[in-house]
């Protein structure tokens, strides 16, 4: 079988709470982490937790956005250079 690497990168307080909790389990934090992370994906998969895109979606979907702020937020997306308009970088 092959395995992934996984990068998180928690704030220190979330770390905190995590090597508590896994030192509370009496495991390490990799092996906490990953079977917090399984059990979630189980219970997302079988429908039995709301994953957070769908919370997500339907905070998006609750009301219509003003148009200051959707303005506001295209104005800032086109002052951002995409990368292929980007001028190149020397290696």
């Known amino acids: 079988m092959r395995t992934v ?11 905190d709470l995590l090597a508590r909790a896994a030192e509370a389990a009496a495991v390490d ?7 917090a992370a399984v059990a979630r994906a189980h219970a997302v998969v079988s429908g ?11 905070g998006a979907l609750a ?15 086109q002052r951002v250079t995409p990368p292929w308009r ?5 290696v």
């Open 63 to 77: 009301g219509p956005v003003s148009n200051a702020t959707a303005n506001a937020g295209l104005k800032r997306l």
């Open 29 to 35: 934090l990799g092996a906490f982490v990953l079977t």
């Open 86 to 90: 980007a001028p190149a970088r020397d």
């Open 5 to 15: 690497a996984i990068t998180l990168r928690p704030s220190p307080t979330q770390r």
């Open 48 to 58: 039995n937790v709301a994953s957070a895109s769908e919370s997500v979606l339907d």
